[in-house]
């Protein structure tokens, strides 16, 4: 059975730092792009981030283009999202989703709330 | 704002038949594959649709895709309450070398 579980979110002060990650499952990790989605309160899903299978080629959201930090740790089949200098306009829950846009993201993990706020 | 445009909302009854639409430009709806996700309220997006118009295993043929130019629509027919959700387009965009979803259409099934 494929998962997707994340973890690291939290309460965080603005111009903090925190680092999501992902633990995927039942699958080859090391042989599909992940990506991350957010959705702030209320609001659509934002597409993140997404790295290659081997994690050499990566592309981010302008709004978290220089912040944010997508990476992957195939030998422990983990993703991560290390967030810098975050803002309250990032406060979501965040999935990682596992795919391409083109073949569709199939599977989701359940989110991880981040807050940014004093 | 999003780079994909969704109306904001639609409705219809049980049993009958709705599209959402999804509009874009050439710069990713036309020159790539479109995904369709449907979203439950308090869950994560669960994808209906792929490649424009495959649905994936367990994805009942109620639920199908088309696109044309840089336009894509979802079709649900046989409506059911349980349909009530957001759903979501999304694509790749070149210009922005990034990933763009659209701003959700709300179901509401009367």
């Known amino acids: 059975e494929v998962q997707l579980v994340e973890s690291g979110g939290g309460l965080v002060q603005p111009g903090g730092s925190l680092r999501l990650s992902c633990a995927a499952s039942?699958?080859?990790?090391?042989?599909?792009?992940m990506n991350w989605v957010r959705q702030g309160p209320g609001k659509g899903l934002v597409w993140v981030s997404r790295i290659n299978s081997g994690g050499s080629s990566t592309n981010y959201a302008d709004s978290v283009k220089g912040r944010f930090t997508i990476s992957r740790d195939n030998a422990k089949n983990t993703l991560y999202l290390q967030m810098n200098s975050l803002r309250a306009e990032d406060t979501a829950v965040y999935y990682c989703a596992r795919g391409s846009f083109s073949e569709g993201f199939r599977y989701w993990g359940q989110g991880s709330l981040v807050t940014v706020s004093s | 704002q999003s780079v994909l445009t969704q109306p904001p909302s639609v409705s219809a009854a049980p049993g009958q038949k709705v599209t959402i639409s999804c509009s874009g430009s050439s710069s990713n709806i036309e020159n790539y594959s479109v995904s369709w996700y449907q979203q439950l309220p308090g869950t994560a997006p669960k994808l209906l649709i792929y490649e424009d118009n495959k649905r994936p295993s367990g994805i009942p043929d109620r639920f199908s895709g088309s696109k044309s130019g840089t336009s894509a629509t979802l079709g649900i027919t046989g409506l059911q309450t349980g349909d009530e959700a957001d759903y979501y387009c999304g694509t790749w965009d070149t210009s922005l070398s990034g990933g763009v979803f659209g701003g959700g259409t709300k179901l509401t099934v009367l």
């Open positions: 039942g699958f080859a990790f090391n042989t599909y792009w």
